[in-house]
């Protein structure tokens, strides 16, 4: 186990299907593909990529994505993120924006997310990454 409650496992397993989306990633403009992978309380795991549109600001991100299918799939109400992974095509220092960092910790106030940091995957919660996400 590694400090942050994911097994060796589980980590490779999101990473291999976070790298797995990268092909299908829709990076038209940005040329920058991006996959993540969404590990859910319950042990399931459901993949992204970026999908961007000519009206640049309309773009998901793969983490928003991968997020969405695991609510379609378990019900909003019931679905929580145990972990994310996140990965990008030209494996540089890349950790989700801060609107997927709100959008994570909706689902996940303990999730632990994987990226690529400056020197190899990085692990850190949502709450190192978002510290006093917003609530009303
Ligand atoms: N992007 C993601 O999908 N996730 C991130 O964590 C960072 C950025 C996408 C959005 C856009 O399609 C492209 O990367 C360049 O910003």
């Known amino acids: ?4 409650q994911l097994t060796r496992e589980e980590e490779s397993k999101l990473l ?5 989306m990268l092909p299908k990633a829709y990076a038209v403009y940005s040329k920058f593909r991006v996959g993540a992978a969404v590990l859910t ?13 000519v009206s640049y600001g309309l773009t998901i991100c793969a983490e928003r994505n991968a997020i969405a299918a695991a609510v379609a799939a378990e019900g909003g ?13 030209q494996n540089i220092s890349c950790s989700p924006c801060g609107a997927c ?10 999730a632990v997310v994987i990226f690529q940091g400056d020197r ?10 978002l510290p006093s996400g917003f609530s009303w």
């Open 41 to 53: 309380e319950k042990g399931n795991i459901f993949p992204g990529c970026n999908v961007e549109n």
């Open 77 to 89: 109400d019931k679905m929580k993120i145990k972990a994310l992974a996140v990965v990008n095509a």
């Open 120 to 129: 190899g995957k990085q692990t850190l919660s949502i709450e190192q990454l």
């Open 101 to 110: 960092r709100q959008v994570i910790w909706e689902f996940g106030r303990k």
């Open 1 to 4: 186990m590694n400090p942050l």
């Open 16 to 20: 291999e299907i976070a790298e797995s």
